[in-house]
């Protein structure tokens, strides 16, 4: 009868927890800024509309400073990366309040999987997305909200 019990608590915990593991990530050189708490724990627990079919449902990662989404992960975050320096590549403006906006660097494109960089931002932060999934705009406008906690120290122009 114990092995009962504790087999009927191991599927209840695994009902709980669900079933996906902890993504990997590795972690971005200043992601111990006290400006990355600010942003992860600012994060939406769910990217996408709630009433469609499959939105993103945060996951649990393996380095402080990081945030995923989806099973697979279709969206990640990194802060504590690198500023970018000054610019040509494409600069796209996400409003966030009345007198807010946070700037993104596209800085990758391979295919469906999209990776921006906040710009003017410190710390900066880090967002690769699968565009198959989930739209860029739609990513980038979930964690913008977050990434407006960090300093502001420029814009793209």
Known sequence: MPRLRILAAAVALLALTGCASTVSLPVADEAADPGCAGVIVSLPPVIGDESLPDPLERRDTSSQGTAAWGDPSAMTLRCGM???????????????????????LEVAQEESVWTFVSYGRSPATEVVVDTNVVSAITALEAVSSAVDRTELVGACS
């Open 82 to 104: 690198p500023e970018p320096a000054p610019s040509t590549q494409r600069c796209t403006g996400i409003q966030v309040g009345i007198d807010s906006e946070v700037h993104w």
